[in-house]
């Protein structure tokens, strides 16, 4: 690895009860269920021996409690970071897509379309969520060049990371899976971001997380 390279391990929080249910957390602050703790404890293990020198986290519970158990035993402290939350989604959060369908049903076709601009009442747009999570990448990878970092956040802000590194555009489709706890890996130098490795589960076999569609943000987040 070059010495300018970092090493990125971007781990998505755990599975609450709102995702079991489909329904839009954003930045609601929802706090793990049962078996996102279980996980958390799972991902942490998983990676306590890799040579972490720094893990950042969102500040909301899901993602904060998930960062702490990856810290507890890797021995390394969670810095908070307002900006790997997920995507704000407004007056949306605490629906389900039905319900969303239902109520705002132009809404949710230029959600389900993937329109860059559209960001529901109160809520952020596609492309300034976008350039919130791949700025923060980019920042916190800056931070430590040659060391290895653990960024866990959301389902959304994952998929942008995943969009950075492949050149996906943001109206393209979802067909990558992100599921809570997973490990995925991605390498920053001067020359930009590479994804490595993506949706490794092994430490998960026992019980598999949700995927990603349920954080609140299916195929537009």
């Not at 949710?108 to 791949?134: M, N, S």
């Not at 040659?146 to 389902?155: K, N």
Request: include cysteine; aromatic fraction near 6%.
């Amino acid at each position: 690895m070059s010495e300018f390279a970092t090493r990125l391990i971007a781990v998505r929080h755990g599975e609450t009860a709102w995702n079991r249910v489909s329904r839009i957390q954003g930045h609601t602050d929802i706090p793990l269920n049962e078996a996102g703790l279980w996980q958390a404890r799972q991902v942490g293990q998983a990676v306590a021996a890799e040579g972490i020198d720094a893990i950042y986290s969102s500040d909301l519970q899901r993602a904060a409690d998930t960062a702490r158990a990856i810290g507890r035993a890797a021995g390394v402290p969670v810095q908070l970071d307002v900006a790997l939350r997920e995507r704000h989604f407004g007056e949306l959060e605490g629906l389900t897509h039905d319900e969303i369908n239902t109520r705002w049903p132009e809404q949710g076709r230029r959600w389900r379309g993937r329109d860059p601009d559209y960001g529901p009442q109160g809520g952020e747009t596609l492309k300034d969520f976008h350039a919130r999570c791949v700025g923060a990448l980019t920042r916190l990878a800056q931070r430590h060049p040659g060391q290895t970092v653990v960024l866990v956040a959301h389902g959304g802000v994952l998929d942008c990371f995943y969009r950075a590194a492949n050149g996906v555009d943001l109206s393209v489709p979802r067909s990558w899976t992100i599921g809570n706890a997973t490990i995925n890996r991605l390498l920053y130098s001067p020359d930009g971001l590479t994804m490595i490795g993506w949706a490794d589960d092994g430490h998960l076999q026992a019980e598999r997380g949700l995927d990603e569609s349920s954080d609140g943000a299916v195929a537009p987040a």
